[in-house]
């Protein structure tokens, strides 16, 4: 069957590393998945006394997420945890209480980062919170990437180097989405 993944980058600048990760992850899949960019620039800051009257641009992102089998969180990390944009996002689509977009979606978490850690205290303070949403997170294989020449090629490929590791990652987590997707 065809799986729908609903992709989070959690850096919304022009440039981002983890937005070309995402979209070199995306080619490195199986053909029987699609993988979709969520758009989270638009949207406000979460504010709980809009949760009666969510924005235009926070209805969209939930059924998004609605429409997607699981969901791919690309991180960088921000003073060791993820970025606000990404914790917006989050919250937005966690409400109002009992309404939220994100309950029972398998996830995959990966990010990079230019710094060594490649952002593993980012992914273990984002899989507290998917924990929290119920929502079923790949735990092996873990991929903590720091960015250096090379890393992707001139094609916007996961460059020569990183791509048998990067494959094996996507081969797992799109078998992990087979296992727990509600389809
Ligand atoms: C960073 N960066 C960073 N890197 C890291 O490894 N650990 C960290 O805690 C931080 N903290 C941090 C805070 C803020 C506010 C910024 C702007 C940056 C550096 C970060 O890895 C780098 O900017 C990446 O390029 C961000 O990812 P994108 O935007 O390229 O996807």
């Known amino acids: 069957s065809q799986f729908k993944i609903a992709v989070v980058v959690g850096s919304i600048r022009k ?19 699609t993988f979709s960019k969520l758009r989270i620039d638009d949207l406000p800051l979460y504010n709980q006394d809009d949760d009666g009257n969510q924005a235009e ?13 699981a969901v791919l969180f690309v991180t ?6 993820m970025p606000g944009v990404l914790k917006n996002a989050i919250d ?3 409400r109002p209480y009992g309404q939220s977009a994100w309950a ?3 996830a995959g978490v990966i990010g990079a980062s230019i ?4 952002t593993a ?6 899989r507290n919170v998917l924990a929290y949403l119920d929502m079923p997170t790949m735990g092996q294989p873990e991929a903590f990437i720091q960015v250096k020449d090379g890393l992707f090629d001139d094609n916007g490929d996961i460059g020569a180097g990183s791509r048998e590791f990067l ?12 296992r727990h997707a509600k389809v």
Do not use: T
């Open 15 to 33: 440039e981002s590393f983890n937005a070309r990760l995402a979209e070199g992850l995306s080619r490195l899949a199986p053909s029987n998945f």
């Open 104 to 106: 029972g979606k398998p």
């Open 167 to 178: 494959q094996k990652w996507v081969n797992a987590f799109a078998a992990f989405v087979e």
């Open 115 to 118: 710094g060594s850690i490649g």
């Open 76 to 81: 960088p990390e921000y003073n060791r945890s």
């Open 92 to 94: 937005h689509a966690s």
């Open 121 to 126: 205290l980012s992914q273990q303070h984002l």
């Open 57 to 69: 641009a926070v209805k969209r992102l939930k059924s998004e997420i609605a429409a997607a089998d």
